[in-house]
């Protein structure tokens, strides 16, 4: 790449026309140089092109494990042990969110990981409880599991609708690189260089606040729409 002097114009007065006009000099060593640029301030700079997001997603299926542990030989007694518990099951998304960024503080990537876990409970007298008792706790046992199983699959829908949001920014970034890209008139490109915003770390760390309550809210919801799994005849 050729240097570029940065140089200081002299005016001088021409005495033929009366006018004024100015005279430059250029050249390896002459006078009036102030500096060497590697680059010509006036040339148009390359486009840096706005980031594609990444979406990487880690789920695995909920492993069930020991919940509340219930004593009772009898339905009824059963009954009392199970009004004493806080719940009967239990669903823990236990999701993460993260996320990167570029040198600007633009995001690159989107991560979600989730290790969920399905609490059910344990009827210690089960085994000597009769074949009448143990098939409606065996009957209640299978739709509780379900009930579970459905609040792990509404988070599977929070995480999807990140998924969609981040491929969907990810392709608006791509289209406008293209767009950029061929556009010729400065002004046009401009334009469409001010149309996109792209997600940065203060934009993540909203979305990252809003999806932690949808996961909430969510599960919420739905154990309100329920009562906790009741209006689906998870009874005793």
């Known amino acids: 790449m050729s240097d570029f002097a940065v140089f ?3 005016w001088v007065a021409d005495g033929s026309s009366g006018k004024a006009h100015r005279s430059r000099q250029s050249g390896a060593a002459l006078v ?4 060497w640029l590697k680059e010509d301030p006036m040339a148009d700079k390359a486009f ?3 980031p594609k997001i990444a979406f990487k997603y880690s789920v695995s299926k909920p492993t069930q494990a020991k919940g509340q542990t219930v004593k009772g030989k009898t339905l009824e007694e059963l009954r009392d042990a199970l009004d004493k518990v806080p719940f009967w099951g239990r669903y823990k998304g236990n999701e993460n969110m993260s996320y990167k960024t570029n ?3 633009q995001v690159t990537e989107v991560s979600v ?3 969920p876990q399905i609490f059910m409970p344990v009827w210690s007298d089960y085994s000597k409880a009769s074949k009448e008792d143990q098939k409606a706790w065996d009957t209640m046992y299978a739709k509780l599991l379900k009930h579970e199983n459905n609040h792990h699959n509404l988070a599977l829908e929070v995480y999807a609708k990140l998924a969609k949001e981040v491929s969907d920014k990810s392709a608006e970034a ?3 690189n293209k767009a950029v890209e061929k556009e010729k008139d400065p002004k046009k490109k401009d334009k469409l260089i001010a149309a996109y915003t792209p997600w940065t770390t203060t934009t ?6 809003t999806f932690f309550k949808d996961c ?3 599960q919420q919801t739905y154990d309100d729409k329920t009562h906790h799994g009741e209006k689906e005849g998870i009874v005793i």
Do not use: C, L, P, Q
């Not at 009036?32 to 500096?35: A, F, K, M, R, W």
């Open 32 to 35: 009036g140089v102030i500096g």
């Open 48 to 50: 840096e092109k706005f």
């Open 103 to 105: 040198g600007k503080k």
């Open 216 to 218: 909430k809210d969510v």
């Open 113 to 115: 990981t989730a290790k």
């Open 174 to 176: 791509e289209a406008t």
């Open 8 to 10: 200081y114009v002299n």
């Open 204 to 209: 993540i760390k909203a979305r990252m606040k």
